[in-house]
């Protein structure tokens, strides 16, 4: 199973900007999920396997970018604007075998390497 590795996390105030990572290895697609306390895990952004192809949930567009640098094995996240509802645990994951976007969005979850999770607290 491959390790995957967040960091970036943190408390920042609301309209502030944070920028998470994760470390992985292997060129598949990859992605973020969050879950705030109380609520259902949900799914922010995913990325193909070579960086060109990007999907995000509504409530991220436009304030939230994904990238990958292959070369260092990276995924990253950053996040502008940040809003209180924002609040969650971060989880990096990435597919076993797919390529594209729609291997993490439409993903059953067993079929997902998963990391830890970052927490991501923003204030009001």
């Known amino acids: 199973q491959v390790q995957l590795a967040e960091s970036g996390g943190g408390l920042v105030q609301a309209g502030g900007s944070l920028r998470l990572a994760c470390a992985s290895a292997?060129?598949?697609?990859m992605g973020w999920f969050r879950q705030a306390p109380g609520k259902e895990r949900e799914f922010v952004a995913a990325i193909n396997w070579s960086g060109h192809s990007t999907y995000y949930t509504d409530s991220v567009k436009g304030r939230f970018t994904i990238s990958r640098d292959n070369a260092k094995n990276t995924m990253y996240l950053q996040m502008n604007s940040l809003r209180p509802e924002d609040t969650a645990v971060y989880y990096c994951?990435?597919?076993?075998?797919?390529?594209?976007?729609?291997?993490?969005?439409?993903?059953?979850?067993?079929?997902?390497?998963w990391g830890l999770g970052t927490q991501v607290t923003v204030s009001s």
């Open positions: 994951v990435a597919s076993r075998t797919g390529q594209s976007t729609g291997d993490i969005v439409q993903a059953p979850p067993a079929n997902l390497n």
């Open positions: 292997g060129l598949t697609s």
